[in-house]
């Protein structure tokens, strides 16, 4: 077919951009971008970094003070700035304490460290009201910190620009408040001559912002292709082709089986979050356990001697339900049909395992293609599946956290039950009525909206929102997945999946029907809009 090949991340994430390229004409522009997110355990050390530099650097800093009040300005308060300084190295040890802790997550310690350098910047542009006020040198205070916070903690250019862009701010912001205040400065903001100047002088804090973000991109770039460079045991890594909430997934070569494989990694490169890893380690051990062919096949499961934990999985061409709806909205009934009943296949294994999947949705239903099956169906993202022991009931009462995507989680999964097969139904008939309705039957604004729409309304009929009706038996099959007493719905995925053969009309959509989609589609999508990142080993 020559389709793009492309891979689907585990927890639902967009796969490639090639992927993407063949769906949707804006993703193309955006797989092209560098990936936007940094490696969460590097944060954690650049973090580390800066702020032990700021226990001896910032403090360091009060020998100015000194020599401004006492020389330059002798009636400034040096308590005032003594006061600073204590309250800013007070919060640096603070923010050093907490990286150093493993119970702490990663998206904390980065939002306290940006939140360290913008006070930081606060309390620079307050001590200059005190050293010269508005055009105070301590203006270029502001350009030292910039340059210290984009080699220390690189990021992406328009990531660091947006961080140094608000520092930058914090001057001007803190003189047009003491305006308010203070004769002397609102005078000198008035006086054109006076204000000419000190914009003369910001030009270069703005100029260093600038030079600061590319300097940024720079090392960001620098880390980034030594991370893409390495090789993890037998796995060499060639591209970055997806990302998710907790990992990413590469193209890599095993060279011991001389084969493309899909690697999925936990973003660390030390010990690893214990939630994170515990769900990694789910994901690995549900799935492989499995092995009906309309699940993602997992190969392998380990670390490397640096502490990166992987999966290694089969590498698919193809797209996720998802993509397939954004792209060309609801499908045609016979089709969904036959993604369903696959997916029931999965399924049933599944429960019969004692695993239940807990997040059934679009995105995790990936279309491939199988010898001349050009829509067959595997079922990704194990990452908060539940394994029941063999004995245990499946019914029971969990600590209240909402595991799942709420759009197509079971009513009394809110409420506090634990999720059963029953529950997975619910999902999949949510899903189920997506791809005939283009949309799932509750959404909302909000958290709020979405669960009180899943615990009261009735969804409509899927035909109300379709140009054309659908068969009664179709849409009766549908509303009773969606029924919000687990006990009115199919009680097992056999069930479901006997009712859903019986909806099956091969005359409606075949093989044929599938490949001329395919080859009608997406393969001239491709042509037309992007190179593949196809890596050869």
């Not at 993890?232 to 082709?241: D, E, N, P, V, W």
């Not at 997040?359 to 990936?366: E, G, H, S």
């Not at 139904?425 to 959404?443: D, H, Q």
Request: overall charge neutral.
């Amino acid at each position: 077919m020559g389709t793009a090949p492309t891979v689907k991340a585990l927890d639902g994430a967009p796969a490639s951009a090639a992927h993407r390229a063949v769906l949707d004409r804006n993703a193309i522009r955006r797989a092209m971008r560098p990936e936007r997110a940094a490696h969460g355990e590097s944060q954690r050390r650049a973090v580390q970094r800066a702020t032990y530099i700021g226990l001896w650097v910032w403090p360091g800093f009060f020998l100015l003070d000194l020599y401004m009040a006492t020389w330059v300005y002798p009636s400034a308060p040096l308590w005032h700035f003594a006061a600073l300084r204590l309250a800013e190295q007070a919060a640096i040890v603070a923010v050093y304490r907490m990286s150093l802790r493993r119970d702490v997550s990663l998206r904390r310690i980065a939002g306290a460290g940006d939140l360290l350098f913008l006070g930081a910047a606060l309390f620079i542009s307050a001590m200059a009201l005190d050293l010269g006020g508005v055009r105070s040198i301590y203006m270029d205070g502001l350009s030292v910190l910039m340059l210290v916070r984009c080699v220390i903690v690189p990021a992406p250019w328009w990531s660091a620009l947006r961080s140094l862009a608000l520092l930058a701010l914090t001057y001007p912001l803190v003189m047009g408040t003491a305006a308010v205040f203070s004769v002397p400065i609102r005078a000198s903001l008035l006086d054109v001559s006076e204000l000419a100047g000190v914009a003369g002088h910001y030009v270069f804090v703005l100029a260093s912002a600038l030079v600061g973000a590319l300097s940024s991109q720079l090392v960001w770039s620098a880390q980034q292709q030594v991370y893409q460079a390495r090789k993890l045991g037998r796995y060499r890594l060639k591209a970055q082709i997806g990302q998710g909430g907790m990992g990413e997934v590469w193209l890599a070569w095993d060279e011991t089986l001389g084969r493309k494989v899909a690697l999925k990694l936990l973003r660390t490169q030390e010990a690893p979050e214990p939630a994170d890893l515990r769900r990694f380690q789910r994901e690995a051990h549900a799935a492989s356990v499995l092995s009906n062919p309309h699940t993602i096949r997992i190969f392998d499961f380990g670390a490397s001697d640096d502490g990166i934990y992987y999966i290694a999985m089969e590498y698919l061409p193809g797209a996720d339900l998802g993509a397939l709806l954004a792209a060309y909205g609801p499908m045609p009934p016979q089709r969904a049909v036959r993604f369903i009943a696959q997916a029931c296949e999965s399924l049933i294994e599944a429960h019969d395992a004692g695993v239940i999947h807990r997040d059934i949705k679009p995105q995790n239903l990936f279309v491939t293609r199988v010898g001349d099956d050009h829509d067959f169906v595997k079922l990704l993202d194990f990452g908060i599946a539940r394994v029941v022991p063999r004995g245990e009931p499946t019914s029971g009462t969990s600590t209240g956290v909402i595991r799942g995507t709420p759009e197509y989680m079971a009513p009394e999964l809110f409420c506090g039950e634990q999720a059963d097969a029953r529950s997975d139904i619910y999902g999949l008939g949510v899903t189920f009525y997506t791809l005939l309705a283009g949309g799932p039957p509750f959404e909302g604004s909000s958290l709020a909206q979405v669960i009180a729409a899943q615990l009261s309304q009735r969804p409509t009929l899927p035909s109300a929102r379709r140009k054309e009706p659908l068969p009664a038996q179709l849409e009766a099959v549908v509303l009773r997945c969606l029924e919000k007493d687990p006990t009115a719905r199919f009680q097992s995925m056999r069930e479901l999946a006997s009712a859903v053969g019986e909806l099956a009309d091969d005359a409606a959509w075949n093989a044929r029907d599938a490949e001329r989609f395919w080859r009608d589609h997406v393969t001239q999508l491709a042509r037309m809009e992007a190179p593949t990142q196809e890596v050869s080993a």
